[in-house]
């Protein structure tokens, strides 16, 4: 084994492949290619995530929209290897047993990036602890917490166990708060020569200088917070329980604040979103005093560009696969071929859909796509704001198709009705407007989604969009945004040029005003611009999908987010 690390990247979930369901959405995608880019780039790096024997779930919807969930059957041995090592973490009071899977993500020169999968389903432990390692995001505040002991504090075992020594790893990377319980391992690993209980503040700063975080959320209910009530029942005592600039807040286990307080860099995920990381509240507590800096997120290249697009860039950008700057070349492919490459990717999608569905979708007609996680700030349901309107924009414009993916959190009943309230509006739509919402979203679903519609729509009630990466994932593939201005797209929104915006970049006094305000505004650009380029302008329309790929695929991708963490952060 290869043990010449020095970055160990820890995240709750990770996609390596479709075929392996250990990720429920964009943290987990970006997971994956963050780790993807890091093989590319040869950076001695290592990731931890946890292995979910019954994945998220498995989404099923009925005639009217109703989601049912399943545990997702899949083969663990068939697509990764297991290995020997064990290790035992304290949880309730009882020794847990760890064991381990593996997979290599290897790079476009041959370079790999091992991932390690914390399994805790083993003969040894009761049943309830053997089930830690079956659900992503399942269970209740104790479930969740015993999971994230097994990631942040087993992850950190198993590492000295797989012979990953102190001196080696010189940066922890915590992709969201759910892995910060590892600085309390490497506490402990400085406090092994020290004298006494108390923590002294060379042990603190020392284990600040290893650790990175990176925030995710711009909403207070995303940060993970567990009772200290709960957490002195699950972890044995340790003297950073009594630091409150440490272990903070009052009454509670703030995990974001436990890998801010432990970390000497700290970034959100666009420029936006560490603005308003630093602004927003807690309860008695706020980021003000932090120092939040930003890396704008990306997608891996290779993995989210279609086969059409990839035939057409190894044709006219020798190059590409190596270095994703070299998109920025596509200005010199010829329009036509360019439009030629998107009809070939959204006939892909149509076909699929139809088999699918048998609804019958036009590959001529204009297509929205929309996939992301059904919950209530994301709005997928805006465009259907004033019915009227929309059925007069395809009158007077033209005709329109919208495909729409995504699951529901099990627990959120918000997001379950806004998929049922979407299936009303299939009913109420379908002699006027063809719209279908297929199930189980995942990695090969996004794929045919994000290159086969003809524009990529989003739209989030600002400034609730850390960043976004399926706009990015369209871009790639010539395919533009028509996304409110928050999160990436305020970055990579030129207008006309790139996409189009809904709505203004400004802060909204209600959601009621945000809702109205911005549904007119996608009605008023789908109808004055958007179809009017589509039908009737196609040098207009395909100048804006060259712009997509050598504007914003070339600089919104992970190739150019993980030089940017090499220089800001790892070293």
Not at 545 to 561: E, P, V, W, Y
Request: glycine share 8%; net charge negative.
């Amino acid at each position: 084994m290869n043990n010449d690390r020095s970055i160990a990247y820890f995240s709750m979930e990770v996609a390596v492949m479709n075929e392996v369901p250990t990720y429920s959405g964009g943290l987990g995608i970006l997971a994956g290619d963050t780790i993807r880019s890091g093989a590319d780039l040869n950076i001695p790096m290592i990731a931890v995530t946890l292995l979910y024997r019954h994945g998220y779930f498995y989404q099923k919807l009925d005639d009217d929209g109703n989601q049912s969930e399943e545990a997702v059957r899949w083969d663990v041995e068939d697509h990764l290897v297991a290995m020997e090592e064990k290790v035992t973490v304290r949880i309730e009071g009882r020794d847990v047993e760890v064991g381990l899977f593996r997979y290599d993500v290897r790079g476009q020169g041959g370079y790999t990036v091992p991932v390690y999968f914390l399994d805790t389903d083993l003969p040894n432990n009761d049943d309830y602890h053997r089930k830690l390692t079956h659900n992503l995001y399942g269970g209740d505040k104790r479930y969740r917490l015993c999971q994230e002991v097994v990631l942040g504090i087993g992850g950190m075992k198993m590492l000295r166990r797989l012979g990953y020594s102190q001196n080696q790893i010189r940066r922890f990377h915590m992709n969201e708060g759910h892995a910060s319980l590892l600085t309390l391992e490497l506490l402990n690993e400085q406090m092994e020569d020290n004298e006494g209980t108390s923590i002294p503040p060379n042990i603190l700063e020392a284990v600040r200088q290893k650790c990175v975080f990176t925030t995710h959320t711009p909403v207070p209910a995303g940060h993970d917070r567990f009772p200290m009530d709960l957490v002195k029942q699950v972890l044995d005592y340790h003297p950073a329980f009594d630091m409150p600039q440490v272990f903070c807040c009052e009454g509670e286990l703030n995990m974001t604040y436990l890998a801010l307080n432990l970390s000497h860099y700290t970034n959100g995920v666009a420029k936006k979103h560490a603005e308003v990381s630093r602004k927003i509240l807690t309860p008695k507590h706020d980021f003000a005093h932090y120092t939040i800096d930003s890396i704008t997120n990306g997608v891996h290249a290779r993995t989210w560009i279609s086969p059409p697009f990839r035939n057409l860039f190894d044709a006219y950008i020798p190059g590409w696969r190596e270095d994703s700057f070299n998109l920025r070349y596509a200005c010199g492919i010829p329009r036509e071929e360019i439009w030629q490459a998107h009809v070939k990717a959204k006939r892909l999608l149509i076909d699929i859909v139809n088999r699918r569905t048998n609804i019958g979708l036009d590959a001529d007609i204009f297509t929205l796509g929309y996939a992301r996680r059904a919950t209530a700030y994301k709005r997928p349901d805006l465009i259907f704001l004033d019915i009227d309107r929309l059925q007069k924009i395809v009158n007077d414009q033209g005709p329109i198709q919208i495909v729409y993916a995504g699951k529901s959190h099990p627990g959120d009943e918000n997001g379950k009705a806004l998929i049922r309230n979407i299936f009303q509006r299939i009913d109420q739509l379908k002699d006027v407007i063809k719209v279908v919402y297929l199930d189980n979203y995942d990695m090969a679903m996004a794929s045919l989604f994000t290159s086969g519609s003809d524009i990529w729509l989003n739209t989030p009630e600002p400034p609730m969009e850390a960043s976004g990466t399926s706009g990015m994932k369209a871009a790639l593939n010539g395919v533009p945004s028509l996304s409110i201005l928050d999160g990436w797209w305020i970055e990579g929104c030129i207008e006309g040029k790139t996409g189009w915006s809904i709505g203004e970049n400004q802060e909204i006094e209600s959601a009621a005003d945000s809702r109205s305000r911005d549904a007119h505004s996608l009605y008023d650009k789908l109808e004055k611009d958007i179809l009017p380029a589509f039908y009737n302008d196609r040098e207009l329309f395909t100048d804006i999908m060259m712009h997509a790929i050598a504007l914003n695929g070339s600089f919104f991708n992970t190739q150019r987010m993980m030089q940017q963490y090499m220089t800001q952060a790892y070293q």
